[in-house]
């Protein structure tokens, strides 16, 4: 569940950034992290007055919220009717931050999402989002939500608020020690849960009175709610002066400016221990006086809850480097949803040299960085060698700092680099301070660089004239506006170095960097604050991520790794950064010189066109033959896989217009892909041995026929590329259904110089359903087109070398030369089209076994299997290994090929106990669903699931080879039960690798079976065909037919016999007439 926001807003201080950070919300609303359904109303609010107060930009912001749903609501003025159902998020970005240009909101964190739709930064305002959505708020009433994000919030998958006849505004409070409330807010309540005070840094009994039974006291976190009823009336105040100057309407109007605290200026009226004259005496001056008085009228009656939520966590993000180091250094509590990891989002070519406790986040480090415990490197991009010592900071920091930080001692330091505006000119400025210094202490009191003042004055030269002005009191003097940092030289460019000499200077060059630094126009950290600018940093931000991102895509495609690079193109489509990482592919896919990585890259290229087509332009599955990619596609199938990739890529630009050219071009480079896996496994042919056999006579019949195939675990393993890439295991059974060899083909020479192909109707007996006849090379030039007439036929020609193609001899003189004649084909089929029994590669194989014996060559049976690969390939129809090995090859066996080149398919064996066998006949029955399956459209899913490496498809893949192997194990040991449980397993795992595989009738007839079987699948691809099951008591026909004849909704079904062949597929060669019972028969051993 999540909660489902109808607005969502971001509050931030005055200052230029809000469009940057609109852009910001509305990027998270496209990568999909607010939910699946996102608030139709994003927006990022800016503070009319610089000090406004979280209490003032509370009521601006509700405005705001309110304004906007009046508008979209058809009113044409603000109604606080709108508030009524209406949900709110507010979240306040606060005050600057020491440790990030972008506030506390945008302090990234050391996460990764591999299960997030697009890949991106995760920053604590993505934390807090995901807290409030996902946990602290489900199930609560329409209202406004309040949050800060000033801290670390960690909360329990199930906070348990009660919302029961909820009224109000509730608080939310987290446990927390008594020492750490010392620093902190606490809430005092009473026996019912309600809030009597607010108190802030208090006493030692003011913190023991809040205590509850464990000790813990209830920390104020910045979490409110308020209920509609609530929302409504603090809503009414911000016409009534002085609350007006909190908006921005007050400022259009000239009010003068008022701070107000969220807390205590407008939630601490509802607590029940606070009276009214109290309330109003610690308002200070008479506007905010004014302003409390106005709001104890508005909200007194309302009722104020507090809800601490155990196991919930709080870190308040302060000014102190060692907390902020140690927040990003330290794993977050059991309950949190973010996963810490030390290198998020980061290319690092030697991670080796990251102490374990150090953090890189947003990185390129190239060469040797090391990087010591208890340090982080944030937003950098750094080239070794380079040597960090521990409690470091280093931040925003380009690959032209290396040379000055090369050798110099970095240890307990922040050093950080800061995009800047001054007026129309952008700088980039650079600060150092030490981890222990503190930026608001008296500077005689204080450190600069982890060393007294004094001490630093002495080591650099530098005097305090040089830092403060003359008549800033003393004790006004501190780290915070002290003009340290160089931001403009009058002729040189700005460097690294103008801060790191402050460190160690050096007695040789202490002079000239001295006269350097004081020649330098310098600000204070003070000074430098309003003139940060967060859009560039943002910017930069943006642009290192996809620089390392890059990286990644290299990294990934040329280690073969596992890991799924779609995230990371959606992201690249939303943020403008496609082009650079289709560059990158291009590269990679032209200079691997691999064709699988090639294969791997032109997917993800698909992918990037198709998520720029956002969901429009038609199916991402269709043709892929227009003439105007033939160039590319030509030199792909010659070999020249760089050529290719560049033509494709010339080509692509003519197709980036609009969407439905995308998909388009998606669908090319999703061919072009096919070509190279084709040409992948296309080196499973050195595996084909054909030796020389008698050449039957003239007109004599060469028959094969063949069982069909029973898949019992791990199908889809088998299935290219996942086959070579991952490996496959598949069980499968070689089965008569209803008693007979359902699959079959023959051949005979003829004396006419041409191929006549026959597909009969059904049987070997049948009448001719589709006959064809080929005179010229020409008419076999469609053999690679799946749905031609007579393909399979054509292919197997081709394949088996009966006939050359391309060839500049002709049909007709190859046929003369060779065989004194042409040949005639006849093929048939008992099983439905689609019945997800292996048929079309079954009968490729039965087919390539006569042509081959009536042409006067033999092949093995393990020649066959990798002979049916070969010709699927050719004739594009893209299929697995298992088809043709569980009809080729006799009764119970369990195929396997490793994850390698060259494909190598290698079948064993599965010894049963003793009767067994007769067991499984018994048990099993086939049931035709009367769904026909479209298993080409499932398998072109299937393989761009994998290509994109998605997590669930990965993992998928080990369920499915893991399942193979624990089915081959229970066959082993006769356990009917047990291999029940895995063909259940299976069909779950089917599911998963193909989504729409199980009609909605198929899943009423499971359903029906379900008390009856101990497991049940559909065959093959699933989507329709024959559904097999395996019964609790033997010879279940009549008794599964009773069952599904009184279930509705099924359509025309009907129940088969099935029995595991221990004879495997026979060839026979025949008189002329194959109704000849006087025959010589041939029984291939296997």
């Known amino acids: 569940m999540a909660a489902e926001w109808s607005v969502l807003l971001l509050t931030c201080q005055p200052g230029g950034c809000v469009s940057a950070f609109q852009r910001e919300l509305e990027a998270r609303r496209l990568r999909g992290s607010l939910g699946p359904r996102p608030p139709p109303l994003l927006l990022a609010v800016e503070d009319p007055w610089a000090r406004l107060g ?5 009521l601006n912001a509700l405005l705001v919220a309110a ?93 348990g608020i009660n919302w029961d006849g909820f009224q109000g505004v509730r608080v939310i409070a987290v446990p927390g020690s008594q020492a750490y409330a010392r620093n902190h807010g606490v809430y005092l309540t009473d026996e019912q ?20 039974p464990d000790s813990t006291v209830p920390l104020v976190c910045g979490v409110v709610f308020f209920s509609s009823d609530a929302a409504e009336q603090l809503l009414a105040t911000h016409v009534i002066p002085p609350l007006d100057a909190c908006t921005y309407m007050g400022l259009d109007s000239g009010a003068p400016p008022i701070q107000l605290s969220l807390f205590f200026d407008i939630v601490l009226c509802m607590a029940g221990g606070v009276t009214e004259e109290e309330f109003l005496k610690g308002g200070g001056d008479t506007n905010v006086r004014s302003a409390r008085s106005v709001l104890w009228t508005a909200l007194r009656t309302f009722p104020l809850s507090m809800a601490c939520i155990p196991g919930a966590s709080y870190d308040y993000m302060t000014t102190s480097a060692s907390d902020h180091i140690r927040s990003l250094t ?37 060469g040797a960085v090391r990087l010591a415990a208890g340090s982080v490197i944030q937003h950098c991009h750094l080239q070794g060698p380079l040597e960090i010592g521990p409690g470091c900071l280093l931040s925003g920091l380009s690959a032209g700092s290396s040379p000055a930080l090369q050798g110099c001692p970095l240890r307990d330091l922040v050093l950080q680099g800061h995009h800047i505006r001054l007026r129309d000119l952008s700088c980039h400025v650079f600060t150092l301070t030490g981890r222990l210094d503190d930026w608001q202490s008296p500077a ?100 290192l991520f996809f620089l390392q991102g890059q990286r990644k895509v290299r990294r990934v495609l040329l280690g073969r790794q596992d890991s799924s690079l779609l995230p990371l193109a959606r992201s690249a489509v939303h943020e403008g950064y496609h082009e650079a990482v289709l560059g990158t592919l291009d590269e990679v896919a032209s200079t691997a010189g691999d064709a699988g990585i090639a294969a791997r890259a032109l997917a993800c290229i698909a992918e990037v066109l198709g998520c720029m087509a956002g969901g429009e332009g038609g199916l991402r599955s269709g043709p892929a033959a227009n003439r105007e990619w033939a160039l590319a596609f030509g030199r792909l199938e010659s070999g020249d896989i760089a050529g290719g990739v560049r033509e494709l890529a010339t ?64 199908g889809w393993s088998d299935t290219p590329p996942i086959t070579y890439e991952h490996g496959g295991a598949v069980v499968d059974l070689a089965v008569l259904v209803d008693g007979c060899r359902p699959i079959g083909a023959r051949v005979r020479r003829i004396g006419q110089p041409e191929l006549r192909l026959v597909s009969l109707g059904g049987t070997p007996q049948g009448e001719a359903a589709v006959e064809l006849v080929c005179r010229e090379l020409e008419d076999l030039r469609d053999y690679c087109q799946p749905h031609a007439p007579g393909a399979l036929l054509k292919a197997a020609f081709i394949c088996t070398q009966v006939v050359q193609f391309p060839s500049q001899k002709p049909l007709r003189a190859q046929l003369m030369e060779n065989f004194g004649g042409g040949f005639e084909v006849h093929t048939w089929s008992k099983l439905p089209h689609g019945s997800g029994l292996g048929t079309s590669s079954i009968l490729a194989g039965a087919v390539m076994a006569s042509l081959y014996r009536a042409a006067g060559k033999a092949a093995s049976t393990e020649s066959l299997i990798h002979a049916v690969l070969h010709l699927e390939q050719r004739l594009t129809t893209g299929g697995g290994w298992q088809d043709q090995v569980g009809g080729l090859v006799p009764g119970i066996k369990i195929g396997r090929s490793k994850a390698q080149l060259p494909l190598r398919v290698e079948v064993e064996e599965i010894p049963v106990p003793d009767g067994f066998t ?125 069952i599904l004849a009184k279930t509705e909704g099924l359509g025309n079904f009907s129940i088969h016999s099935i029995q595991v062949d221990m004879g495997g597929f026979s060839v026979e060669v025949m008189g002329r007439d194959p109704k000849d019972a006087a025959h010589l028969r041939e029984e291939v051993a296997v």
Not at 54 to 58: F, V
């Open 54 to 58: 979280s209490g003032g930009a509370t």
């Open 651 to 714: 080509e692509r630009q003519k197709w980036m217009s609009r969407p439905a050219l995308l998909v388009r071009a998606a669908r090319h480079y999703e061919g072009a892909e096919q070509i190279l896996v084709r040409q992948a496994v296309m080196s499973s042919c050195q595996f084909v041995t054909v030796g020389q056999a008698e050449l039957p006579p003239m007109g004599h019949w060469v028959q094969v026929v063949c069982p069909a195939r029973l898949d019992f675990s791990g």
């Open 444 to 543: 005689e009191e204080a450190t600069y660089l982890n060393v007294p003042w004094a001490e630093f004055f002495h080591r650099t030269g530098i005097r305090e004239g040089d830092l403060w002005d003359a008549e800033l009191p003393r004790r006004s003097c501190c780290l915070l506006n002290a003009r340290l940092f160089p931001v403009l030289h009058a002729c040189e460019a700005l460097g690294l170095e103008d801060v790191l000499w402050l460190l160690a200077p050096g007695a040789a060059a202490a002079s000239e960097r001295l006269a350097r630094w004081r020649a330098a126009w310098r600000m204070s950290w003070q000074e430098l604050l309003p003139c940060l600018d967060k859009a560039a940093e943002l910017d930069a931000r943006r642009a």
């Open 193 to 212: 849960g309600l809030v009597r005070d607010i108190i802030y840094k208090g006493t030692e009994a003011q913190i023991q009175q809040c205590a509850g």
């Open 918 to 1042: 007769q067991t499984l006949n018994d048990h099993l029955l086939l049931v035709y669903t009367g769904k026909t399956r479209l298993a080409r459209n499932l398998l072109q899913d299937v393989v761009r699931n994998w290509y994109a490496r998605l997590p669930s498809a990965v993992q998928n893949a080990d369920a499915l080879v893991s399942n193979a192997e624990e089915c081959a194990q229970a066959l082993r040991q006769g356990n009917l039960s047990l291999v029940g449980k895995c063909l259940d397993r299976y069909w779950q795992q089917k599911k998963c690798m193909a989504p729409g595989c199980e009609p909605l009738a198929v899943g009423r007839m499971m359903d029906a079976l379900r008390p009856h079987v101990y497991g049940q699948c559909l065959a093959g691809a699933g989507g329709g065909g024959f559904l097999y099951v395996l019964t609790k008591a033997p010879r279940q026909k009549e008794a599964l037919h009773q």
């Open 67 to 159: 304004e906007h749903l009046s508008a979209r609501a058809g009113c044409t003025v603000v109604s606080s009717d709108v508030l009524r159902e209406a949900r709110i998020l507010i979240l306040h970005m606060g005050r600057d931050f020491s440790f990030d240009d972008c506030g506390r909101a945008f302090t990234c964190l050391p996460v990764e999402e591999p299960g997030a739709p697009a890949e991106a930064l995760v920053c604590n305002l993505d934390s807090l989002l995901g807290t409030m959505t996902h946990r602290l708020c489900v199930g609560s009433p329409p209202g406004v939500w309040v949050c800060s994000t000033d801290m670390l919030l960690t909360v329990p998958s199930a906070p």
């Open 330 to 366: 330290l794993l977050p509590s059991s309950a949190s949803h973010l996963r810490f990891c030390k290198t998020a989002h980061s290319h690092v070519d030697q991670p080796c040299l990251l102490g374990d406790g150090s953090s890189v986040i947003n990185c390129l480090l190239e």
